[in-house]
């Protein structure tokens, strides 16, 4: 069935929405949300109707329920303000306002012009754009042309949840499929900057997949990897393969946005080039670095006071540093609300803004609120290692150490070689010592310090691991590295600075600290 409405086709069999013609990237969710109201135009469509059409009658989050219908919005150039389309009716729910006219399958509207052979998709002037290219299939097999396809298909939805990149369309993308074309042509006629291209050879029971990632102003490999897996689960190595390359791509995408920004006299920086800087210093975790990228993030907003991606950035960096001691942790967690909630307004659908908001809210004791968000940035992208990192951390602190463990461990696998690895062991080491084994948070308190050796929180658990395992030799020996990295670290500021929410599990921690020596 196909659904016409203000210069829009809704395909509900080839799940595709088109404006003008050209296709329009859609999260799968957000386009079952526009099919049910567009179906449901005669009426207000209740937010429990909503709940069990799109999530089998699970309740979600309001907040979770506004990102989707915002999204729902832009997606037919709709807004919040204007409601020309999606109305909400007050205290009754949601209805489709559109004139809507109904078509079956494979009918086209008289009026609507032929699509070109190969439509042209110029992404927005603001964020570089990707091109995710068809994979080759190696295997010399016609029917394992659906899992190459497939892998396609799923990085371009994945990479689309970033939010920092314009991601072209499938159809676009897969017009250059069994053909070969320059990165010149592929420049010209797509307007990308980056684009995404990979193999997929199987054999028997096993399957590698090796893609690389080319900047295509230089023609260059900007980051290359193999992927050898076990064919058990034909779906579920796809759904691993597309999460694990993803995780890998973004910080590689910052990197080369961030060398690029760094060729241009600072004056002549853009908001976009100035967050890519910051993020650059973010990344390094040093409180030098942080600052950094503080005062460029500021700038950027300065420039652009609704810039969503730096209100959340400059948030989660504020957060980081009270995390770190090195900030108030009430001025960090107040600041970080506002500009969580300003990126929100400006970008519901940003990872980062929920992320940011979420460890706000975990300062000011709104713990099911954090975890609301973290699961909220965490189902925009699964692949968001830091989210699950984060979101690992606050569910040791509210005692599920065993949730903790194992968000914290699919932040590890996410992405292996992310420069926050040591704290994501240093999660595990806390949810290890919630558990109160003691010995494997000292192991992975080693392991974060190996990465970091200036990671105060994995100083901070290791050295009350010790305490309460009474190995007094360790202690004796990490109590002063404890105190070179933090300072002024003491039990008061531990009961007053970290937010520890049950009683018992603050005790717990300080008791290891005393037992430590610490004062």
Not at 13 to 21: A, F, P, Q, V
Not at 120 to 139: K, Q
Not at 300 to 319: E, F, G, K, W
Not at 382 to 402: D, E
Request: charged share 25%; glycine share 6%; proline share 4%.
């Amino acid at each position: 069935m196909q659904f016409l409405f203000a210069d829009h086709t809704l395909d509900t069999d080839i799940r595709e929405l088109r404006r003008g013609g050209v296709p329009i990237a859609v999260q799968p969710l957000v386009f079952d949300l526009l099919v049910h109201l567009v179906e449901n135009c005669d009426r207000v469509v209740a937010k429990e109707d909503l709940f069990a059409a799109l999530w089998g009658g699970r309740m979600v989050a309001d907040s979770t329920l506004a990102t989707h219908i915002n999204a729902a919005r832009r997606a037919i150039g709709d807004s919040g303000e204007e409601q020309k389309l999606i109305r909400t009716v007050a205290r009754k729910g949601i209805r489709f306002v559109g004139e809507v006219q109904s078509l079956p399958a494979g009918h086209e509207p008289a009026a609507a012009a032929p699509s070109p052979a190969r439509p042209v998709a110029l992404p927005p002037s603001d964020r570089p754009a990707i091109a995710v290219l068809p994979f080759n299939n190696m295997s010399g097999e016609a029917a394992q042309e659906y899992f190459s396809d497939g892998i396609s298909e799923d990085l371009i939805t994945a990479l689309s949840k970033l939010r920092w990149f314009f991601v072209i369309a499938r159809n676009s993308s897969f017009s250059y499929k069994g053909r070969a074309a320059s990165m010149k042509e592929l420049a010209r006629e797509l307007g990308v900057d980056y684009v995404v291209e990979g193999s997929v050879r199987k054999d028997g029971n096993r399957v590698r997949i090796t893609v690389q990632l080319i900047d295509v102003a230089t023609g260059s490999h900007v980051w290359a990897e193999r992927y050898d897996r076990e064919l058990a689960d034909v779906f579920a190595v796809q759904d691993e393969i597309t999460e694990a390359i993803v995780a890998a791509i973004e910080p590689q995408l910052y990197a080369a946005e961030n060398f690029h920004a760094r060729r241009k006299a600072p004056e002549n920086l853009d908001a976009w080039e100035l967050v890519m800087r910051a993020l650059s210093h973010f990344w390094r975790m040093t409180r030098e670095d942080n600052l950094a990228a503080q005062k460029l993030l500021e700038q950027a907003i300065a420039i652009d006071p609704a810039y969503a991606q730096a209100l959340a950035v400059l948030a989660v960096s504020r957060t980081f540093g009270a995390r770190m001691g090195w900030e108030d942790t009430q001025a960090s967690a107040e600041f970080a609300e506002r500009a969580g909630l300003a990126a929100l307004r400006a970008d519901g659908e940003d990872p980062w803004a929920h992320v940011a908001l979420a460890a706000a809210y975990s300062y000011l004791g709104r713990i099911e609120d954090a975890l609301a968000g973290y699961e909220t940035a965490i189902s925009l992208n699964p692949s968001f290692s830091l989210a699950h990192g984060y979101y690992a951390l606050v569910l040791s602190w509210n005692g599920r150490f065993r949730e903790g463990a194992e968000a914290a461990r699919r932040a590890l696998n996410l992405s292996p070689r992310d420069p926050f690895s040591a704290i994501f062991y240093g999660v595990a080491a806390y949810a290890a010592y919630v558990e109160r084994d003691y010995a494997e948070a000292i192991r992975l308190c080693r392991e974060s310090i190996r990465l970091r050796n200036d990671f105060v929180g994995a100083y901070r658990v290791m050295v009350a691991a010790a305490g309460m395992a009474d190995d007094k030799e360790l202690a004796r020996v990490m109590l002063p590295e404890l105190r070179r990295v933090h300072p002024d670290i003491s039990l008061e500021w531990v009961a007053q600075q970290l937010p520890l929410p049950l009683v018992e599990e603050r005790e717990h921690f300080l008791e290891g600290l005393r037992r430590a020596g610490l004062k």
